[in-house]
């Protein structure tokens, strides 16, 4: 078995990322379409309380979690 190299170890990782935010971005929708149905409906037999809870949840795990992530994991130009 070889080694991976740098590019290819580079490009896995990227790929990677890119999965991890694209998944919080579709959790935090899922839990935004479930938080607004237990608002408007209290349904699955979920409280209305819990339902914001979940909405709020949603709007930091779609909005911000993506974005804080890409901050962190951006690549350093080269010097």
Not at 13 to 21: D, E, K, S, T
Not at 70 to 79: N, V
Request: charged content about 20%; overall charge positive; some cysteine.
């Amino acid at each position: 078995m070889t080694p991976m190299d740098d590019k290819a170890r580079a490009e896995m990782q990227a790929q990677y990322r890119f999965l991890v935010i694209n998944l919080c971005r579709i959790t935090g929708a899922v839990l935004l379409v479930v938080g607004l149905a237990a608002i408007a409906r209290e349904a699955f037999g979920i409280p209305k309380a819990a339902g914001y809870v979940l909405f709020l949840l949603g709007m930091l795990d779609f909005l911000l979690v993506p974005v804080f992530l890409s901050k962190r994991w951006k690549s350093k130009p080269d010097q």
